[in-house]
T-cell receptor, first 113, second 114 residues
Framework: KQEVTQIPAALSVPEGENLVLNCSFT??????LQWFRQDPGKGLTSLLL???SQREQTSGRLNASLDKSSGRSTLYIAASQPGDSATYLC????????????WGLGTSLAVNP | DAGVTQSPTHLIKTRGQHVTLRCSPI?????VSWYQQVLGQGPQFIFQ???????GRGNFPDRFSARQFPNYSSELNVNALLLGDSALYLC?????????????FGPGTRLTVL
């Protein structure tokens, strides 16, 4: 059974810092891994998707890596800004017919001015 | 292009009532999935529909049902509401092509059961 874990559960950093969020999963039979952002009381915004055959994806100040064999992904945020404050969730799409996303509990990020 | 849309945005019901939530996928997407997110938790998979057929079901009671229409929009129905059904209900649409399957989410419907 696929399980996704995110560490840390919460993070508070001063503006301008570079930071890393971690995601681990137990079953490497995945099609892809997605990182999402969720603002309080809001829906989910897809940040980056990494296919199982890829090692990393970049979008602006965000870089996500994937090591499928070890079941790990990291989301790197460069030069953090107060507007980055949100909860960051990672989810893996299991291989097979039942293509459901399996989610971590998220990392709550606060970037302080 | 419009993203995934959901209606209503907020809903308040009482225990025992029935609710219908609606979702319109991104144009060209034939797959719709439903997730329940309880406050402070990650989303939990409820259903996936592809080409109007149910392709996956999560660990939810039979009070939860869904369907997909010919235009690929979808409804999620919940009968005999319980207090524990209070959550954010998220709909995701995706364009499935081989192993490529990126899911795009709507803003969600916030359901409160009193």
């Amino acid at each position: 059974k696929q399980e996704v874990t995110q560490i840390p559960a919460a993070l508070s950093v001063p503006e301008g810092e570079n930071l890393v969020l971690n995601c681990s999963f137990t079953d490497s039979a995945i099609y892809n891994l997605q990182w999402f952002r969720q603002d309080p009381g809001k829906g989910l915004t897809s940040l980056l998707l990494i296919q199982s055959s890829q090692r990393e994806q970049t979008s602006g100040r965000l870089n996500a890596s994937l090591d499928k064999s070890s079941g790990r992904s990291t989301l790197y945020i460069a030069a953090s800004q107060p507007g980055d404050s949100a909860t960051y969730l990672c989810a893996v799409l299991n291989a097979g017919n039942n293509r459901k996303l399996i989610w971590g509990l998220g990392t709550s990020l606060a970037v302080n001015p | 292009d419009a993203g995934v849309t959901q209606s209503p945005t907020h809903l308040i019901k009482t225990r025992g009532q029935h609710v219908t939530l609606r979702c319109s996928p991104i144009s060209g997407h034939k797959s719709v999935s439903w997730y329940q997110q309880v406050l402070g938790q990650g989303p939990q998979f409820i259903f996936q529909y592809y080409e109007k057929e149910e392709r996956g079901r999560g660990n939810f009671p039979d009070r939860f049902s869904a369907r997909q229409f010919p235009n690929y929009s979808s409804e999620l129905n919940v009968n005999a509401l319980l207090l524990g059904d209070s959550a954010l209900y998220l709909c995701a649409s995706s364009f499935v092509r081989g192993r490529y399957n990126e899911q795009f989410f709507g803003p969600g419907t916030r359901l409160t059961v009193l």
